[in-house]
């Protein structure tokens, strides 16, 4: 049975939060609305949501901290909501595990679309038609598992978020192949063309740090410089 997907908003904004509970309700998410950081992880450990929205700039605990918490406890879909415009800013976000962002001030219908996206590469609230599972990708030793959403590296598995296995799920669909970062966003991110390339690099760290044994010298994603990235061909046997 189809269940509408859970969202955490956490935005200490009155009128900012009610607008975007109005926007994500308007798609059938079923919304709870916290109004700074600690509400946030109680509430978090508590409704397991699908996804969390959070505001960067919050009371008592910021976003980027309860992002970085969160994040060593699931792998939910975390999209950071943030005044900090800066290229640093941003990927320092993402490099504590945020999956997306977005700078203020914003559309609530490119929200809603954001939210969507992860939603769908996570695979959550999405009723997958008769016959339509995909294929679970081998290459070696790694599995990816659309499916079940599920990363496994020598039967180990490992929590990765949505951004994460779109990178994987890229890489191992054509493992001989390097991948540009661009065709990296592109592929695995479905993003518009603003956002930077260099957040590949942040998830890629992300990767390296959770599936290597060595992330100084990485097995699975390995740079092909002046190119980008692909599989190694350690991985492909």
């Not at 001030?105 to 490119?110: I, K, L």
């Not at 598995?157 to 669909?173: D, M, N, P, S």
């Not at 966003?185 to 956002?195: K, M, N, R, S």
Request: glycine content about 8%; charged content about 30%.
């Amino acid at each position: 049975m189809w269940t509408a997907p859970r969202i955490l908003v956490a935005e200490d904004d009155p009128k900012q939060a009610r607008l975007i509970r109005i926007y994500l309700e308007r798609e059938g998410h079923r919304v709870t609305v916290v109004g700074d950081g600690r509400q946030a992880l109680e509430r978090a450990r508590a409704l397991r949501p699908d996804l969390l929205v959070l505001d960067v700039m919050m009371p008592g605990l910021d976003g980027l901290d309860v992002c970085r918490v969160i994040r060593a406890e699931a792998s939910v879909p975390i999209l950071l909501l943030t005044a900090r415009s800066t290229e640093d800013d941003m990927l320092l976000g993402l490099d504590l595990g945020a999956d997306d962002y977005l700078t203020k001030p914003y559309s609530p219908r490119v929200l809603t679309a954001r939210v969507r996206a992860l939603l769908r590469r996570a695979g959550v609230g999405v009723v997958p038609a008769a016959g339509s599972a995909e294929p679970v990708l081998r290459v070696g030793d790694l599995e990816v598992d659309p499916n079940r959403f599920e990363v496994r590296t020598g039967g180990r598995r490992v929590e990765v978020t949505a951004k994460e296995f779109g990178i994987l799920q890229t890489l191992a669909a054509e493992p001989t192949r390097v991948f540009t970062r661009a065709q990296i966003l592109e592929l695995a991110f479905g993003f518009d063309h603003h956002v930077l390339e260099r957040t590949v690099d942040a998830h890629v760290m992300n990767l390296r740090r959770k599936m290597e044994q060595d992330p100084a010298k990485p097995v699975y994603v390995q740079t092909v410089y002046g190119r980008g990235y692909r599989l190694g061909p350690a991985v492909e046997g």
